[in-house]
């Protein structure tokens, strides 16, 4: 059985552990799937069932700085972190398997500008960019696959936080996890929108860990899940390529409803909808039966996420008042 450890020492082991006086700061994006991971194979690495494909958020993300330090410190926006927190004691353990051979301890500051644990991968941003700083404080030369997979053993959907636009996490075979990590693709394109419809942005009570491992032990319809995710990435890939909308929208909003279906079907039963999530589905289906090309996703939170064209945008604002857009090809704001 390999542990992180194992995988953090080999993929480091010729590496440099410069300590660079300055702190540094790196960004990573959030990233939204639009074929999920749901189910584990391996839950000590991360390792997932099935391959995922993500979008990521622009410069919705986080700022991790890292500094060696004499003793371990945390600050998350500002304010200082009681270690004892189970959030800080999670990336404490994270930030400790980059001790190396002189069991270095951290000071660790994140700036993160999405609300926090509430099912808007803010830990993929989250760990994504710590070992992004990390390899860049230490001056370590890793292929990104190697960072990916580093990323990854914080939180799976990590290793897809690495690179702007769209990414694909392919599953991996390999006990150790070697290769399983996300590759970015290709295209571009800059009339996608993606809205953020906020409904509770409070800290989720089930982990997406405990909700994965619940639905795998417990659904009987999880049996389904691996192949047809896997599909769908594939078929996703095909939609992108091509910028076909209608396609990719339609691929990634029923993706997302059979990963909740699963989840109905565990048991105890799961459910990270509310009636406010219900009505803003009911909402997009009824925008579409209008004619107007508009998509949702959903991952282990109530927020829902709209996929639609920037031409769109006018005519699907007004049902969704608060809505916040990220454009993932341009970091400008709307209509320059
Ligand atoms: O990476 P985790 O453990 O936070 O799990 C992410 C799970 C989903 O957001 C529901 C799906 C995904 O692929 O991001």
Same mark, same amino acid.
């Given at each position: 059985?390999?542990?992180?450890?194992?995988?953090?020492?080999?993929?480091?082991?010729?590496?440099?552990?410069?300590?660079?006086?300055?702190?540094?700061?790196?960004?990573?994006?959030?990233?939204?799937?639009?074929?999920?991971?749901?189910?584990?194979?391996?839950?000590?690495?991360?390792?997932?069932?099935?391959?995922?494909?993500?979008?990521?958020?622009?410069?919705?993300?986080?700022?991790?700085?890292?500094?060696?330090?004499?003793?371990?410190?945390?600050?998350?926006?500002?304010?200082?972190?009681?270690?004892?927190?189970?959030?800080?004691?999670?990336?404490?353990?994270?930030?400790?398997?980059?001790?190396?051979?002189?069991?270095?301890?951290?000071?660790?500051?994140?700036?993160?500008?999405?609300?926090?644990?509430?099912?808007?991968?803010?830990?993929?941003?989250?760990?994504?960019?710590?070992?992004?700083?990390?390899?860049?404080?230490?001056?370590?030369?890793?292929?990104?696959?190697?960072?990916?997979?580093?990323?990854?053993?914080?939180?799976?959907?990590?290793?897809?936080?690495?690179?702007?636009?769209?990414?694909?996490?392919?599953?991996?075979? +390999? %006990? !150790? /996890?070697?290769?399983? @990590?996300? =590759?970015?693709?290709?295209?571009?394109?800059?009339? #996608?929108?993606?809205?953020?419809?906020?409904?509770?942005?409070?800290?989720?009570?089930?982990?997406?860990?405990?909700?994965?491992?619940?639905?795998?032990?417990?659904?009987?319809?999880?049996?389904?899940?691996?192949?047809?995710?896997?599909?769908?990435?594939?078929?996703?890939?095909?939609?992108?390529?091509?910028?076909?909308?209608?396609?990719?929208?339609?691929?990634?909003?029923?993706?997302?409803?059979?990963?909740?279906?699963?989840?109905?079907?565990?048991?105890?039963?799961?459910?990270?909808?509310?009636?406010?999530?219900?009505?803003?589905?009911?909402?997009?289906?009824?925008? +579409? %039966? !209008? /004619?107007?090309?508009? @998509?949702? =996703?959903?991952?282990?939170?109530?927020?829902?996420? #709209?996929?639609?064209?920037?031409?769109?945008?006018?005519?699907?604002?007004?049902?969704?008042?608060?809505?916040?857009?990220?454009?993932?090809?341009?970091?400008?704001?709307?209509?320059?």
């Amino acid at each position: 059985m390999h542990t992180k450890q194992d995988v953090v020492n080999e993929l480091l082991r010729d590496q440099p552990w410069q300590d660079t006086a300055a702190a540094v700061t790196a960004f990573a994006p959030s990233n939204i799937a639009l074929a999920k991971y749901w189910g584990k194979r391996n839950s000590q690495l991360n390792l997932p069932c099935n391959a995922s494909l993500s979008i990521a958020l622009a410069d919705r993300g986080a700022h991790a700085t890292v500094s060696v330090a004499s003793s371990p410190s945390l600050t998350l926006n500002g304010e200082t972190l009681s270690l004892a927190t189970p959030h800080a004691q999670r990336l404490l353990q994270f930030m400790r398997l980059f001790g190396g051979p002189r069991q270095i301890e951290y000071a660790v500051s994140l700036s993160v500008n999405i609300p926090f644990a509430a099912g808007l991968a803010s830990s993929a941003c989250i760990f994504a960019s710590l070992v992004l700083a990390l390899v860049e404080y230490h001056g370590w030369q890793l292929p990104l696959t190697h960072v990916s997979i580093l990323a990854r053993l914080g939180s799976g959907s990590a290793c897809r936080s690495l690179y702007p636009g769209f990414a694909v996490w392919q599953a991996g075979t +390999r %006990d !150790d /996890g070697m290769d399983s @990590y996300a =590759t970015p693709l290709e295209t571009r394109w800059p009339q #996608l929108a993606i809205g953020l419809h906020l409904i509770d942005t409070g800290v989720k009570a089930v982990s997406s860990r405990e909700g994965m491992q619940r639905t795998v032990e417990t659904s009987p319809l999880y049996a389904a899940w691996p192949d047809a995710a896997n599909q769908t990435v594939t078929a996703l890939q095909q939609a992108i390529a091509s910028r076909q909308f209608a396609r990719m929208g339609q691929l990634a909003e029923h993706n997302a409803l059979c990963m909740h279906a699963t989840m109905l079907s565990a048991w105890p039963p799961l459910s990270y909808a509310t009636e406010h999530t219900l009505q803003a589905m009911r909402t997009v289906w009824r925008l +579409r %039966d !209008d /004619g107007l090309p508009v @998509y949702f =996703t959903q991952d282990a939170g109530p927020n829902i996420k #709209l996929l639609c064209q920037r031409q769109d945008i006018a005519m699907i604002e007004p049902h969704f008042p608060h809505i916040q857009w990220v454009f993932p090809f341009t970091h400008t704001a709307r209509g320059n």
